[in-house]
């Protein structure tokens, strides 16, 4: 099993709501990431979990919230966003983050904010 | 911070050669990807080069020369399923993460 699946796949929210994306893996990688992608630009890292712990965050506005409970699940939360945060959300595993390992992509959720 | 340039466009040939550039200056450089992502999909990785030379995987190869900061994607005997958004990657060397920056990627189209 060599894949990331992602749900839902489509999401819309109000700037008021609450909501998760999920994502999970079964290679027993042990890094896991989120990335933000807008239309026609490259991914943007916004988190990296390593074992289960939260190792990079690249100054995400604390209205995304991520949470690893498991080495295969990652969740991230979503509150009070804001139109602007409309995109494709892409999750990620990789073997390790010692070396490089190549990251495997999930579909994505593309999220609408109204 | 890192600063990756590919060109925006490519439009090729069926049956043909296409070389995709990436420049790159980064800090800590500590790998370079490609990804290929068609639209609407998840990004596949294609290949990684660490060392300097040439990589190569079936139709696909790619090069590295690190004291240029350059590298290349070659896609021989293209096919029309080859149309696609090809993204240079580059790892920064930095504790605590694999962390990827991508370049903007380059869209390519496969025409007959």
């Known amino acids: 099993d060599t894949e990331v699946t992602q749900t839902p796949k489509h999401l819309v929210m109000g700037m008021t709501n609450k909501k998760s994306l999920k994502c999970e893996q079964h290679?027993?990688?042990?890094?896991m990431y989120w990335y933000k992608q807008k239309a026609k630009k490259p991914p943007e890292l916004m988190f990296v979990?390593?074992?289960?712990?939260?190792?990079i965050n690249e100054s995400v506005p604390s209205r995304f919230s991520p949470e690893c409970p498991n080495s295969s699940l990652l969740n991230l939360h979503l509150h009070a966003l804001q139109p602007e945060d409309s995109a494709l959300y892409l999750c990620?595993?990789?073997?390790?983050?010692?070396?490089?390992?190549?990251?495997?992509f999930g579909p994505g959720t593309r999220l609408t904010v109204t | 911070g890192q600063n990756i340039d590919q060109p925006t466009e490519m439009t090729a040939t069926e049956g043909a050669i296409v070389q995709i550039n990436c420049t790159y200056q980064?800090?800590?450089?500590?790998?370079l990807f490609w990804y290929q992502q068609h639209a609407g999909e998840a990004p596949t990785f294609l290949s990684y080069?660490?060392?300097?030379g040439l990589e190569e995987k079936g139709r696909f190869s790619s090069f590295l020369s690190r004291s240029k900061g350059y590298s290349y994607l070659l896609l021989k005997e293209l096919q029309m399923k080859d149309s696609a958004s090809y993204l240079c990657?580059?790892?920064?060397?930095?504790?605590?993460?694999?962390?990827?920056?991508f370049g903007t990627g380059t869209q390519l189209k496969v025409e007959l």
């Open positions: 990620a595993s990789s073997q390790d983050v010692g070396v490089t390992y190549e990251q495997y």
């Open positions: 290679m027993g990688h042990r890094a």
């Open positions: 979990y390593s074992y289960e712990k939260l190792s």
């Open positions: 980064t800090s800590g450089f500590n790998g």
């Open positions: 080069n660490v060392l300097d």
């Open positions: 990657a580059v790892r920064e060397g930095r504790g605590g993460g694999n962390k990827l920056t």
